[in-house]
Nanobody, 128 residues
Framework: QVQLVESGGGLVQAGGSLRLSCAAS????????MGWFRQAPGNEREFVAS????????TYGDSVKGRFTISRDNAKNTMYLQMNSLEAEDTAVYYC?????????????????????WGQGTQVTVSS
């Protein structure tokens, strides 16, 4: 099992930036990919971005492409989400996730059901 702890959320004005961090511990060597998801009140959990640990390939949700960047520091067992040009619609609880499963079809890394380990979430609020 992998333990995940998010940090970096907060309140920011529209147009501003935030960087979220996700620190992983435990059986991190077995992780094949990590991802960020978000959930606003009354909405389903939405895919934000994912990164494959082998090769570093990334995938982004349509609503964040060109504004958000996912990255990882393997030496620190930490994943990041740099969020720029934030909009009120980005307001949500952001969750970090990890999976041990390798999916040949990378579209699978966009699904919450593909991830076994989850953090507790960090609130991001964007004021307009």
């Amino acid at each position: 099992q992998v333990q995940l702890v998010e940090s970096g959320g907060g309140l920011v004005q529209a147009g501003g930036s935030l960087r979220l961090s996700c620190a992983a511990s435990g059986r991190t060597f077995s992780t094949s990919a990590m991802g960020w998801f978000r959930q606003a009140p009354g909405n389903e959990r939405e895919f934000v971005a994912s990164i494959r640990l082998s090769g570093g390939g990334t995938t982004y949700g349509d609503s964040v492409k060109g504004r958000f960047t996912i990255s990882r520091d393997n030496a620190k067992n930490t994943m990041y989400l740099q969020m720029n040009s934030l909009e009120a619609e980005d307001t949500a609880v952001y969750y970090c996730a990890a999976t041990r499963t390798y999916f040949r079809n990378t579209a699978a890394y966009c699904l919450p059901s593909s991830f076994e380990s989850w953090g507790q979430g960090t609130q991001v609020t964007v004021s307009s």
